[in-house]
């Protein structure tokens, strides 16, 4: 009897405030969506970060006699007493990982850059003699790497030094940069979900402010009385987050799977595993925000 009361008042509750529990499920669905593609968006960062960064090498250019820079003679070339110290001051360097440091003669180079331009009419303008002679630097971590280029930067026969990070790091600035718009549209999103909770609990109140009133004579307990109330949120809220879910899982599979995957298929990509991630926090933030709004906004307006 107990139960059936609390599920009738429920389902009373719900179709009294309607169109107040329509906003809610409308505003708890983008914002759980916004905030559902913050997490993935996330997620997909960090995936490419480490796809990208553990391949991330140092290159050190030596001097020949057709480059110039500040450590070239004018005319002449890296000496071998010039290589042997810039060798040496990149094994002795603790950031260098174990059996990092790979030396590119100019026939290596000279190999790589055909390979590189076949068929291409550049590809004979180039002799061995006019190659650059490289290091080529592994790190430990690839976020620490300020200590080898100052190390090497001022040697003798350095001609230039060579970072990728400083391509990469303004792409993934920018990147993070719409990660964390999104979750902070998503975040006021959520907080205006949470307030409408909150209003359409108070407006349920204060309709049933009598049946309150008697429950309360009656001896009804302050959870048996917010029970129905709670029930009202947590409903909204699943709906809300599961328009959400559908949404995410119709974006991965369409935008991710179908598109992105096939045509860029050099990239990292997220896929149903970090789905279903992104898809357990929007559940779990849902539930949240129906839950404390929701006892908070119950214990204020229920003392009669």
Known sequence: MRFRHIFSETAAGLRQNLTMTLAVIMTMWVSLSLFGAGLLANQQVELMKGR???????????????????????????????????QQ?????????????FFESKQEAWEEFRRAYEGNPIQDSLTVDQMQESFRVKLKNPEQYQGVVSAVVGLKGVQNVQDLRKYLDPFFR???????????????????AALQIANTIRLATFARRREIGI??????????????????????????????????????????????????????????????????????VGLVLSIIPTLVTTRKYLRV
């Not at 799977?257 to 991630?277: F, M, Y």
Request: hydrophobic content about 50%; aromatic content about 10%.
């Open 52 to 86: 990208w960064y553990e391949k991330i090498e140092i290159y050190i250019f030596l001097c020949t006699p057709y480059v110039s820079g500040d450590q070239c003679e004018p005319g002449q070339g890296v000496t071998q007493a010039q290589k042997d110290v810039i």
């Open 89 to 101: 001051t990149l094994l002795a360097n603790p950031e260098v990982a174990p059996d990092g440091v």
């Open 174 to 192: 920018t990147l993070g940069f719409l990660q964390w718009g999104t979750l902070t549209a998503s975040a006021l999103l959520l907080f205006a």
């Open 215 to 284: 429950m309360r004579l009656v001896g009804a307990s302050n959870p048996y009385i917010t029970l129905p109330f709670l029930l009202e949120a947590v409903l909204s809220a699943l709906v809300g987050a599961g328009l959400a879910c559908a949404t995410l899982a119709s974006g991965v599979y369409f935008v991710i799977t179908r598109k992105a995957q096939v045509s860029l298929q050099a990239l990292p990509w997220i896929g149903w595993s970090e789905a279903v991630w992104a898809m357990a926090g929007v559940a779990a």
